[in-house]
């Protein structure tokens, strides 16, 4: 705030929007805390979870939305179609809602073809179909060419929450295991290879996948579940760092545990990423009571999203400010800590 | 179809997305027929209302969506964000739905200044907090400068339908009354005039307005609503001749009954446009049993965004592909006929 002028009223680092406001990293947080949530605020908004979660004539339901602007359209593994389906199936499942109902609304650039359009559409209904929601409404808006990058899709979902089920940051408590159900950093790598044209002998593909099914599998098996988020835009780390702060914690995990494939920790060291930082969309960190670990393993190692689950650390004791520690294999600890965002943008 | 290559499975006109695929009228349809609706076919989505109506656990909820991606992002009487929000209230309130909630998603182009941003999101509040509603999720994408015109906005909302309300293209009768709450096409000029940048003497302002209050109104004075359309991209002329299609009747309208104000007919003439195919963003059309006529005239002449509200038509008799007759003053008949969609791209 020091650094401002004393007639501009804005709290914000920059006075123009840059790419990291998008990132998923400390910018965007930036961006969210001082400008959109003052403006909005409201009990549901505040919860900053997922989905919101509303209650309507007493059922309670979870909504959400997302804008997707992957570049390019088609990447190993899944297009801008299945990743807006996927995505938002798993920001309702991420609040313990099992998903009902998506709309899908397209920007879409002058100069399309067709065909790519159709191709695409065909994807979400596919990724829909599966899940068993139906996308039940939509909008076409076309923009000049030259903007837009052929296409950009947001959609939007309802889903409904059981009874018993509370799935919420506050829910966290000391002690809780932290798991994740697949190998990290899949989904951004396979973007970027794909944008920079490097083409690997075994492509690197997406994990984009519709975790919704594998949730209601657990809640089913009467795990539970403290708390669920999936781990996109800023990874693991910007994922676990911002519960940690929201539920006020302190998280450790142990390196030597966390999963990434070979082929991936390869491209990250060429491309100069951390992998803990890299979006993933077919992946969450689950927390449950300790007791139960071994019980939600079992379950989600029976589900073909879940048969690497691992444990990856627990939550240790309150801290005032929330934060994740890192073990690393020779005993020393440490912070991690939000990136700007600027690594990888427009991977979702 | 017959212009097509036989290697070509698209049954559109065009191969590429042109700019009339987003402009509301025949080529838009087209592309929705043709492409959209039949890869995400559903009984939801064949409602082909301006919001789906869903059913969960007993309560019927109306589900809507919209992108805006209007030029320029300020405009007379209104902005990118107050459109974003009224827009969608309108399209739940179309549905006879009282809005509950909403999202909020942004599409921002590297280099918005972050004061243009504040401005538009607090328009945003400020349309949702009148109408009593809570902006409770949201999502920020950036894309490359150059991209996005500035920003583009995703709302999506949840509405909540009355037990005894039947608000649906299926509902309309022969003999109904077909009514408008307000003159027409402001909202379409004001964007071009401010596009163009011909100003003229007095300003010519958007429409602009939430109407979900006064479908309220209407509902809780016991009137009979048969149908509502709001009159958005493509205009009067272009809602009736869908629902006219949808519903397989003939209507019929009074050419001199219809309102447009002398400087936004004068705007149309030297600009080029029919005032019937121009948007409006505050203006809807009314579908009521002819006994309630009067009475729907009063309550909607009490409320502020209803004092010109006057009838402009009937519904004539069952006709198998419905069809819209202008009735000219020297007393000729005149079907009306989508337009191609090419006149006013980006005026939502």
Known sequence: MADFEPNCP?????????????????????????????????????????????????TRLAFTTDSYVVKPLFFPGGDIGKLAVCGTLNDLAMSGAKPLYLTCSLIIEEGLPAADLQRILESMQQAASEAGVLIVTGDTK??????????????????????????????IRSGDSIIVNSDLARHGIAVMLEREGMNFEHRIESDCADLSGLVQELLQNGIEIHCLRDLTRGGLASALIELASASRYEFELGESALPVREDVRAACDILGFDPLYIANEGCFALFVP??????????????????????????????????????TPIGVGRVLDLFSGEQLPRIC
């Open 10 to 58: 804005l709290p914000l680092q920059y006075d123009r929007i840059v790419m990291a406001h998008g990132g998923g990293g400390r910018l965007m947080q930036q961006l969210l805390d001082t400008l959109v949530r003052p403006v909005f605020r409201n009990p549901v908004l505040d919860q900053n979870h997922d989905s919101a979660v509303v209650e309507i004539n007493g």
């Open 142 to 171: 076309t923009v000049d060419r030259g903007k837009g990058d052929g296409l950009y899709i947001n959609t939007a979902g309802i889903g409904l929450i059981g009874e018993q089920v509370n799935v919420n940051p506050s829910a």
């Open 290 to 327: 300790e007791s139960q670990t071994e019980a939600a393993l079992a379950v989600l190692r029976r589900h073909p999203l879940g048969q690497q689950s691992l444990a990856i650390g627990r939550v240790k004791s309150a801290c005032s400010q929330g934060r994740v520690i890192l073990q």
